[in-house]
């Protein structure tokens, strides 16, 4: 087998086969084929696509690249969520302990953010002491002990994904979703999951700004984790505005954890809940019935009134090695040295947030990263005081701006005040986009 | 600017500048782009095409990338022929010394074969002492005194077509016309031409088979030739049956130098007078009236006939180190020890002859590559005694194989058994198809 023919067929519109995948992504992750043969096939395979069987055969071989995690020890159910990415989107730290709340496994594998979007492991470092880099063994010691674990990328899953993706962002070649599947799939499928509840997220702040794109993928998605055995949804949600208030990382610790107090926005809480259901109910919970998804949005509400979901967090926190007080006393997260407010510069209605514009503005402040290895500031970030649909008055507030740096303060004023459209309009006619705006694999999904 | 953002310019189907154009390929000879981004845009070129501005940006950078021979000093004009390769295609050898005997410079450089195909350097290297590596002073040297000079690619014309043409061919990227345009372009142009004569060859034995892509490649190249001030026009010509009768390099040195006697096959005569008619026609002979090429066909024809031809091949050879009595004993060339016949197994006509597989007899026998660096045997090769459309008795010869090795001759023999396909037919049923197909740029041409 010649690598050569391979990305010829590919480019060709051929179908290859699964040995023929397995050839290249072995042989791209053994470096046994160079670079510049895998970046053709990159290209080809952007502009060509995928049939079902070869994706399938991409993840499986990613997958195969590395280690699979065997949690078959732990007796229930090892359920994860897995979001595409965009502005305050910060639901995971609340999901994890929710649903080890109930009584699931959560071992989740999370990244970092880049450009406008943040990482769950740069909010979970925003704790002081927290440990993302656990290696494998007391990844498992801290599942098995408190029914959730939240780390980082290692070395042992789905190298070849390492590989292609330091490719793909020097090629071109990151936007193709046949690509973006495999890679998300492979890393989560090597988690050693049952179930597996994704988040896929349209609008201007997300990766995939157009409906049509999102939801594409997330069939793809679903269809390859069905392929392969497990129990997927997936819901395409807004972030055509940021999710929640707070963007930043201490910022939007402090607001998950005010979430599982039973507090925060609307809009954070109904999302957390109703991915709380689906992991709930892909976990086999809720009971059987016609009724199963809506007992495991109860389940979910319940557990976070009761305060069980805050309790399994402190837990976390303290088995990871953070200052579990800042659970009950969040003041001891980071705090940024100054704050300041964007006012309005006119009465009216927000009719628009520049959702990624947003993000990047909580980047140039020092929270997130323009460049893979820049570091980060967990303190700084913004709180939004009008989101879309909000009337508001001229000299009013629009949001704050926590930073430590001057300079950096007026680059994310100059962002902020243009990303806000501010209209003479009815409430009815500025409303937000659904924050739920589909599930893909519902039907099915309730089947275990 | 970034590789990268120009790679997805292209992806996407935008058109590119030529500063954009000219940072990639200068970033790629320079070894200062990867490898990786410079293969993930030649696919994205192939998948995606190029408008005429790109393809004549991407021409000029090329050819930028190195040297440009300024042959301005000799007051005649400077012409050549490129053709894109085939089996038992020789006609350089007889083209080059008729157009400099008319009065003309050709300055040509040529290739070397690979797989089914021969190469212009590889036959004249089969003339004992014949240097086809001469430096560019040399070459001058020789263009100088005897008009016309043929040598081998140097490393100061175009390195960007090596830079690039090692990647294609490991990339599945060699096949885009846009990409074969640019790289035989910008060869060409460097040797400091003033028209070009273009044989697409099209057909079974030829890299492109079908006519469309033939013609498309051919209408680049004009347009492309003429956007850089040169006048080009490209023949359309057969290669369904292999040119002529002599298939190996030393046999095919023979026929040519029959023809400059005014002997050998009528196709490689026709096709020859043809080719070196559009040369001294682009080269300003034949005066300016409607006649002007019919004019050029007489003039090559006298030229040939007058034995010119011959005294400006003898004249090449000698200023090229070569053994200039074989011109008059082409005894002298490289004889190979073994000859074997294959006969025909029934009564009949040639129906058609498969061209690729009777260039890759050759190959087998010793008189071709496989790979670039394998040795070639100039001495061995094939006589066709039997062309589509001549009938042939059972047991009557088909061709003449000229061999050193058994083991050889016995696949070369396998090969060619299966290349002719006898039928029981009328002469007017199975007539080849004509030698010349088209004439692309013709009207532009005339002029000057």
Redesign the interface.
Known sequence: MR???L??KK?DGGEMTAEEIGFLISGATADEI???????????V???GMTRAELAALTAAMLDSGERLDFSALLAPKVDKHSTGGVGDKTSLVLAPLAAAAGLYVPMISGRGLGHTGGTLDKLEAIPGFKTQLSLQDFHRVLEACGCAMIGQTAEIAPADKKLYA?R?????VESPYLICASIMSKKLAEGLDALVLDVKTGSGAFMKREEDAAFLAELMVETGRLMGKRVVALLTDMDQPLGRNVGNALEVEECIAVMRGEGAEDLKDLCVELAAWMLRLGGLGGGGANALENCRKLAGEIIASGRALDKFREMVRLQGGDEHVVDDPQRLPQARYRAEVLSPAAGRIAALACEQIGLASCVLGGGREKKDDAIDAAVGLVLHKKVGDSVEAGEPLCTIHYNSKARLEAARALLEKSYRIENASAAAVAGRELIQRVIGAEEGKGS
Chains 1, 2 share one sequence.
């Open positions: 690598a050569v023919d990305i010829r480019r160079p670079e510049y043969q895998i970046s053709a096939w990159l290209m080809a952007l502009l060509r490719l962002d020097v090629t071109g070649t």
